[in-house]
Structure formats: C-alpha cells, structure tokens
C-alpha cells in the first residue's frame, strides 16, 4: 500500500512538471517572446532575401577594344554597349556602372573587315565576386582594321595678320621641311602635308624665325612623332617689274637687249641702264652667246624674268 502511495506521488510530481515547463515554455511572457519570434523572423527573411539571386540589365557600359601596336580600327565601332548580370542582390545594388569596362583583346586579329563576337567568355569585365556576366547587347560589332604605317610628310606653312604696308613674304623655309607622321595606312598615304600653326606676321617689315612652332593635325587616327618645326620668313619691300633695254657691242656684233627684272621697288628703281652689261662669249660649240652681268649687291635680291637679244 506504502508502495502505491509513493508511485502515485510520483506520477503526480511528473505531470506537475510537465505543465509547469508548458507554461513557462508558451505561457509565461508571451508577449516578448512574440515579438522576439517577429524579429528573428526578420531577420531571417531580410538575409535570405539579400542573399537571392538577382538579374539586372545595365546600360551604356564603356566598351574599349585592344589592338597590337601595328594595327588600328579605321572606322567607329561601338563605345558602349548593355550587360545583363545575376547575383547577390546586395553586391548588385554596390556597382556603380560608370565604373564598368567592357575590354576585349583583338591583339591576335589581322588587319581586314571583321565582325567581333562580344560573349562572357572573351570579354574582361571586373564585377564583385558572386556577380556573373549573362549577355552583351550587341553581341557583334563590325571593325574594320588596318595596318600602322610610318613615313614622311612635307610642312605646309599657314600664317595670319598682314605685314606692314608695302612689304611682301619673299620665302619661307622650314627645319625640318618634313615630319614623320604615323597611323592606318589609308589615312597616313593620303596626307599631301601636315600645316603649322598659324604664324602671327602682323606689321612685319624684316626678315624673322618663328621657333618651335607646333603643327596641327586634324585626324585623330594619325599621330606626329616629330610634333615642332622652326619656320624662317624672309621679308622685303615689295616687288616690282622694270624693263631695260640694254645696248651691247664686240667685235663682231652689237645691239640691244630687252631685260626685264624682278625685284624691291627701291632696288629697281635706283638701277641704271649702265649698271647692267650684257657680254657676248662663246659658247662650247664656238657660238656667240649672250651674258647678263649685274651689280654684285643686287645679284641675289633681284629675278631675272626675260633676256632676250634684239
């Protein structure tokens, strides 16, 4: 009987447990452990949800394409073009696209007109771990690609402004009188020159050397290796016409000779008929054959444009 009692007891402090741990479990401050269940639930959601694949089109991304150093795109491929990507929603919303670069490496491609397949896997793009290139769009672009080439152009001198009243650019000279050029070949074998920059020349009236003067390219595609020159202008008064008539006479023939000179107004008009001789020699078939003879201080500034025996 002692022994029922006890087991019935016991029975009783078990089930007195088990109720007691029930309501200290679901009854006991169920308010907080509601709420705390809200937030673990949350939190839960808001991580799984940031972990969840995510696609996303990006437009406009820079595309740049890489060539050898002996070959160049001629005409104007695509500088942008729209990725789609997937990945972690969280790194995804992280990307700034004006950051992106789509390359393409076209070192191993002969000149020629192609058309560039642009797929995930011959495309170098830096996106965060986690997050995948899927597509480009276009997914093909046509380039037209040709060989460098180098060689030697002549300068072509522009000025600006007007010299002084009554004076004239006789020459001008340029050091070195050609630059190399380099760039596709269809554009560098068209150039007929390269220009300077203009030249300031306003209210000259002597001879000067503009030193250092750059030289303007209006093709990108071409490149200048020699990129300065130094230009000399000679300057004098301006030039006139004068005909003279000059009379002759040797032992055998004598005459008149028409000439006509080219040269600074003041330089011809303070020649004399007298200062100019024409001589008679013979020439290496025992021909007469006429000479003009001129000042010594006139012979280089002055042109002779007819010489003719009456």
Not at 46 to 74: D, Q
Not at 262 to 274: D, Q, W
Request: no cysteine.
């Amino acid at each position: 009987m002692l022994f029922e009692t006890k087991k019935l007891f016991q029975k009783d402090e078990r089930q007195f447990f088990v109720r007691r741990l029930f309501q200290r479990i679901f009854l006991d401050d169920w308010l907080i452990k509601i709420v705390a269940l809200l937030i673990t639930f949350s939190l839960w959601f808001g991580v799984t949800g940031l972990r969840a694949p995510k696609t996303v089109r990006l437009t406009n991304i820079a595309l740049t394409l890489r060539f050898s150093n002996e070959i160049e795109a001629v005409n104007s491929p695509n500088q942008e073009v729209d990725i789609v990507i997937t990945g972690d929603n969280r790194k995804i919303s992280q990307i700034n696209k004006n950051d992106l670069i789509l390359s393409v490496d076209l070192t191993d491609v002969p000149a020629g007109e192609r058309t560039v397949q642009l797929t995930p896997e011959n495309v170098n793009i830096e996106l965060p771990t986690g997050v995948k290139l899927e597509e480009i769009q276009p997914s093909k672009i046509p380039v037209k690609l040709e060989r460098v080439e180098e060689r030697e152009v002549s300068v072509r001198v522009e000025t600006e402004g007007t010299l002084q009243e009554g004076y004239e650019i006789y020459d001008t000279s340029v050091l070195p009188p050609k630059v190399r050029v380099r760039g596709p070949e269809s554009y560098v074998k068209s150039l007929d020159s390269i220009s300077t920059e203009k030249i300031n020349v306003e209210n000259r009236n002597q001879s000067f050397t503009a030193q250092q003067v750059e030289l303007n390219v209006v093709n990108p595609k071409v490149t200048l290796i020699d990129t300065v020159v130094d230009v000399s202008f000679k300057i004098g008064e301006k030039r006139v016409e004068r005909l003279f008539r000059i009379p002759f006479q040797n032992e055998n023939k004598s005459g008149a000779a028409s000439v006509v000179l080219y040269g600074a107004r003041y330089v011809l008009e303070n020649l004399k008929p007298e200062d100019v001789q024409v001589e008679i020699v013979k020439s290496a078939t025992g021909e007469d054959s006429p000479r003009l003879i001129l000042p010594p201080e006139i012979q280089n500034n002055v042109e002779i444009r007819k010489f003719e025996i009456n």
